[in-house]
């Protein structure tokens, strides 16, 4: 069977430049800004993902998985930082929300799709992922408890929200610090599975000239600082464009904010799945969310009571705290086994589509 060239989107990187003259040159063009903007993150998420393929390489599926959420939720969490000194609190919660959301449902049912026409069945860790699943829940619980006592804690619940919240942000600040003891150090062999071998030497003759690690770092660093300076861009035009294009607040957050913010994600996860290696694309799409849940989240509330005009509380909205019940239920439901195919992607992405539709009609 005859190999084909991998297509490169390299062609797109003159729209980087091209969006941050347009930002501060010609202010009124806010749409064309806002579409030169997103352009310019794809050819950057593609960098992303070729240092975190060599990454992966030589520190394993599971760190691999790591690094590249941490340094895809790099760019979301300055952009949250600079909304939060503004006192954007609103808009903060809806793009962790539609971060999470994007995560379980867009970019893992994105990969298992991809990886699903290229394989009949794709096979992972089953208790790696299982474990990750647990900690989606966890997450699920943490921002459906502040939900539930806002409503149910009578006049006075306000009063306790922000200490509640605080509490809880450091419950899962400690919880996320012990996952990473868990699965990179003590029980690192739960997130490796049977594919993770076959991958890596099929990923090791293709590259003729692999990285080192030092280049994998600075590229993925690299990356990531101009995906973040894209991405001030896109958000500074985002509201102008979405205005145009007669969508809501809302919808704006929790899908189009997330789904720019996750483009490196993305992009790896289901070129990781597509290669077969279901275990480098679970970690990144699973891990990710659980990241952003536990972490991101928690460090956003502590960080309000020093650099915001008013603290941040894990208080959202029911439609948001609904929408990430069903999709960490429905991911916890097709990781559980660990096999995959291209109709559990297909389901994933269609609640995602549906949740995509409430937002859309949801009144801002």
Not at 92 to 108: D, E
Not at 237 to 240: A, F, G, L, M, S
Not at 275 to 302: E, K, T, W
Not at 328 to 335: D, E, M, P, S, W
């Given at each position: 069977?005859?190999?084909?060239?991998?297509?490169?989107?390299?062609?797109?990187?003159?729209?980087?430049?091209?969006?941050?003259?347009?930002?501060?040159?010609?202010?009124?063009?806010?749409?064309?800004?806002?579409?030169?903007?997103?352009?310019?993150?794809?050819?950057?998420?593609?960098?992303?993902?070729?240092?975190?393929?060599?990454?992966?390489?030589?520190?394993?599926?599971?760190?691999?998985?790591?690094?590249?959420?941490?340094?895809?939720?790099?760019?979301?969490?300055?952009?949250?930082?600079?909304?939060?000194?503004?006192?954007?609190?609103?808009?903060?919660?809806?793009?962790?929300?539609?971060?999470?959301?994007?995560?379980?449902?867009?970019?893992?049912?994105?990969?298992?799709?991809?990886?699903?026409?290229?394989?009949?069945?794709?096979?992972?860790?089953?208790?790696?992922?299982?474990?990750?699943?647990?900690?989606?829940?966890?997450?699920?619980?943490?921002?459906?408890?502040?939900?539930?006592?806002?409503?149910?804690?009578?006049?006075?619940?306000?009063?306790?929200?922000?200490?509640?919240?605080?509490?809880?942000?450091?419950?899962?600040?400690?919880?996320?610090?012990?996952?990473?003891?868990?699965?990179?150090?003590?029980?690192?062999?739960?997130?490796?599975?049977?594919?993770?071998?076959?991958?890596?030497?099929?990923?090791?003759a293709r590259h003729a000239n692999p990285w080192s690690l030092r280049k994998s770092v600075l590229v993925l660093a690299a990356a990531t600082a101009l995906v973040a300076w894209v991405s001030e861009v896109l958000v500074s035009?985002?509201?102008?464009a979405a205005g145009a294009f007669g969508m809501t607040e809302v919808f704006v957050g929790v899908i189009v904010v997330a789904i720019i913010g996750n483009a490196a994600e993305h992009s790896t996860a289901v070129l990781a799945?597509?290669?077969?290696?279901?275990?480098?694309?679970?970690?990144?799409?699973?891990?990710?969310?659980?990241?952003?849940?536990?972490?991101?989240?928690?460090?956003?509330?502590?960080?309000?009571?020093?650099?915001?005009?008013?603290?941040?509380?894990?208080?959202?909205?029911?439609?948001?705290?609904?929408?990430?019940?069903?999709?960490?239920?429905?991911?916890?439901?097709?990781?559980?086994?660990?096999?995959?195919?291209?109709?559990?992607?297909?389901?994933?992405?269609?609640?995602?589509?549906?949740?995509?539709?409430?937002?859309?009609?949801?009144?801002?």
């Open positions: 069977m005859g190999k084909f060239p991998k297509p490169s989107l390299d062609w797109l990187i003159p729209f980087v430049p091209t969006a941050i003259v347009l930002r501060y040159a010609a202010p009124d063009m806010q749409v064309l800004t806002f579409t030169v903007a997103c352009l310019g993150i794809i050819p950057l998420a593609g960098w992303m993902g070729r240092a975190t393929e060599h990454l992966a390489e030589k520190t394993g599926e599971g760190i691999g998985g790591l690094l590249n959420a941490t340094f895809g939720n790099a760019a979301e969490l300055i952009l949250a930082l600079a909304a939060l000194q503004k006192g954007l609190t609103g808009v903060v919660k809806a793009s962790l929300t539609g971060s999470i959301l994007g995560n379980v449902l867009l970019v893992l049912g994105g990969a298992m799709v991809a990886g699903g026409v290229r394989h009949k069945v794709q096979r992972f860790n089953p208790a790696g992922a299982r474990s990750q699943a647990s900690m989606l829940t966890l997450a699920a619980i943490a921002l459906v408890v502040p939900a539930a006592y806002h409503h149910l804690g009578g006049r006075d619940a306000f009063l306790h929200e922000t200490g509640l919240s605080l509490e809880i942000a450091l419950i899962l600040l400690v919880t996320y610090g012990l996952s990473l003891l868990f699965s990179l150090r003590t029980h690192r062999h739960l997130f490796t599975g049977p594919a993770a071998q076959a991958g890596s030497l099929e990923e090791s035009t985002v509201e102008h799945a597509f290669r077969n290696r279901m275990d480098l694309g679970l970690g990144i799409a699973l891990g990710s969310s659980i990241q952003v849940a536990l972490f991101v989240a928690p460090v956003l509330v502590i960080t309000s009571f020093f650099l915001g005009p008013r603290p941040m509380d894990l208080v959202f909205t029911l439609p948001e705290v609904l929408a990430l019940v069903v999709a960490i239920a429905i991911a916890g439901q097709v990781t559980g086994d660990g096999e995959s195919n291209w109709l559990e992607g297909v389901q994933l992405l269609s609640v995602y589509a549906i949740l995509g539709l409430v937002f859309y009609f949801l009144p801002g």
